[in-house]
């Protein structure tokens, strides 16, 4: 089952074995795990964890990471034949752009 919350998003999974209902928050590089005896519980749970990420990220002074989205090739004017990644329709600094070899 798929979980949307604040813009954050994961996949609801449950353990067999154990019963556990659990996920990790998808498309961020921060690492934002849950668990929950219910699948109930585990949408909570979930909920609770990107606010508790949140607020952890303003303790800090930090920015939280956004949801990287889907990534696109877009040509680049200055490289030609060359292309670039960018994700989340934010544009990559100049310097992390690199051409990817086209077949």
């Known amino acids: 089952m798929n979980l949307s919350y604040k813009g954050y998003t994961t ?13 990790r928050v998808s498309s961020i590089q ?36 956004t949801p990287l989205g889907r990534p696109s090739l877009k040509s680049l004017p200055d490289e030609k034949p060359g292309y670039h990644i960018e994700g989340g329709g934010e544009k990559l600094h100049q310097s992390h752009r690199r051409p990817i070899a086209k077949k």
Request: charge should be negative; proline fraction near 4%; hydrophobic fraction near 40%.
């Open 11 to 23: 996949i609801l999974n449950r353990d067999p074995n154990s019963q556990v209902w659990y996920g």
């Open 30 to 65: 921060d690492i934002v795990t849950f668990e929950a005896t219910s699948e109930t519980a585990a949408e909570a749970e979930f909920h609770k964890a990107v606010d508790t990420y949140l607020s952890f990220c303003q303790i800090l002074n930090q920015a939280p990471n």
